[in-house]
């Protein structure tokens, strides 16, 4: 399998959409822009579900559901957000044979809807906060597409909730933000830098848009979430109000915040390698895979039978893991296969491991001798636990290593140039969209986000494209 797939450092696109096809996260929908996520994909996002779901609960946020379709009118409400999104909407017509007498859209984001929906429950004070998130898909008429980074249509969650000040809405919007960085960090073993979005590149309708970048394998950014301060906006635009404690009628602040399948493609990208995935053991479908290793039928029966307590023993611990006890497959093949598939762990088993009660580890982390131990079945489940969180932290440590290695702080316009075509520039700015969209159009780098961790900015510093003083700091860096 390994042959196949493209080289990662030769050509990353087509490494990445080798290894998830190869891979069997997703494949390509006969309906163009679409894709179909294939099992496999698809367990990986339950397993972020299901870590982002708990987190949003845990925070008191309820999971609820909105209509796919929204009335045209209710985008037009807000002008900025129609504006934004615009190009990229599906508008239905016709249904059951007739013109509608009003077109509807495809959700490309549920503002809308929601925000129309409040206005009906939200009353008094006493109704505030509400706390929702809905998991769901969207439709968003792209015109360039990839798997899982940008499609016509994708999964994800979002968060919209109501509060009675701008204080308690900005509170939240940064709690939800946090939520996102400790979980792509914890669980995608992926590192992130916290931000805020410049006015140029803040979500439509938003009175302050917060994100979390990361570097993928090839040095180019990707915006994994976004947590967004809506102000009054949407409140004004749908009539969300509430009577306060004096009696007198308030709009309410709100927010929304959001999470999609684009993290997978971060996942791949980040950690990936020339033998395809490699998955972090606390969002892998499978943490470990059993591989029998034997040559005759009296070898076979006694491997497989240790096979099987072996495997239900660490079922038994918790650990999500498979037995591939496939005959028509060679204990080589069946390595390159999950290797290509990204499981954290290998657990071989041969006649003299069985001999000696033992099993051969092999983390899918590290290459060769350096990855394999062997280990006593008796200390097994404990050994393969601690064995998991190391992999875990070390995949984070390596993405957190690769990402300083290729982050510069350039001192004029010519190193920043040079330094977006190697990874993130982190470079003072003056705060003008016009400087931000010359050294897009210059240098086809973005400004990603202004870090909410730096140090105040010293006096004299200046802008690094036109030399007036400098407002803050800022990452630019080529984006997908």
Not at 42 to 62: M, N
Not at 266 to 294: E, N, T
Request: charged letters at 30%; proline letters at 5%; aromatic letters at 10%.
């Amino acid at each position: 399998m390994e042959e196949h797939l493209s080289k990662r450092n030769e050509d990353f696109s087509e490494w990445y959409t080798d290894v998830i096809q190869r891979a069997e996260l997703a494949d390509y929908s006969p309906v163009r822009g679409c894709m179909v996520i294939r099992p496999y994909g698809y367990a990986l996002w339950e397993a972020i579900q299901q870590a982002l779901d708990r987190r949003f609960k845990e925070t008191g946020h309820q999971n609820a559901y909105f209509p796919l379709f929204i009335p045209y009118s209710f985008i037009q409400k807000e002008s900025e957000h129609v504006e934004g999104f615009s190009p990229q909407l599906a508008v239905v017509t016709h249904g059951g044979g007739q013109k509608l007498e009003e077109p509807l859209i495809v959700r490309p984001t549920s503002e809308a809807i929601i925000g129309h929906m409040y206005s009906k429950w939200i009353k008094s004070y006493r109704d505030l906060p509400v706390l929702i998130n809905q998991w769901c898909n969207v439709v968003r008429w792209e015109m360039r597409t990839r798997l899982f980074l940008r499609t016509t249509e994708f999964l994800w969650q979002e968060g919209h909730t109501a509060h009675a000040t701008y204080e308690e809405a900005e509170e939240e919007t940064l709690r939800m933000l946090n939520v996102y960085a400790d979980f792509a960090e914890r669980e995608a073993a992926v590192p992130v830098i916290q931000g805020r979005k410049s006015e140029s590149e803040k979500f439509p309708g938003a009175l302050v848009t917060y994100c979390i970048e990361a570097m993928m394998g090839d040095r180019r950014a990707l915006q994994s979430a976004t947590s967004h301060n809506l102000g009054q906006n949407f409140a004004k635009a749908f009539d969300i109000q509430y009577l306060d404690r004096n009696n007198e009628l308030q709009y309410c602040w709100t927010t929304s915040w959001g999470l999609s399948t684009r993290l997978i493609g971060a996942i791949i990208m980040v950690h990936g390698d020339d033998k395809g995935l490699r998955l972090p053991p606390r969002l892998a479908p499978i943490q470990a895979v059993i591989v029998p290793i034997y040559k005759s039928d009296e070898e076979r029966s006694q491997v497989l039978e240790v096979a099987r307590q072996t495997l239900k023993k660490l079922q038994a611990h918790g650990v999500r893991v498979h037995l591939d006890d496939r005959e028509e497959y060679t204990p080589g093949w069946k390595f390159n296969e999950w290797e290509l598939r990204g499981v954290p762990v290998r657990v071989e088993i041969g006649p003299r491991d069985v001999e000696q009660d033992q099993v051969v580890l092999a983390r899918r982390d590290l290459a060769g001798k350096e990855g394999k131990q062997t280990v006593p079945q008796g200390r097994l489940p404990e050994a393969l636990t601690r064995l998991l969180d190391d992999i875990q932290q070390n995949l984070f440590r390596q993405a957190r290593e690769f990402r300083e290695k290729h982050t510069y702080e350039p001192k004029d316009y010519e190193e920043l140039k040079q330094a977006v075509e190697q990874g993130f520039a982190w470079a003072y700015w003056c705060g003008s969209a016009e400087c931000e969209a010359h050294i897009q159009e210059e240098t086809k780098a973005t400004n990603r986000c202004i870090p909410l961790d730096q140090e105040p900015v010293p006096q004299g510093a200046k802008c690094v494209r036109c030399g007036k003083p400098a407002k803050e700091r800022a990452i630019f860096a080529r984006a997908y």
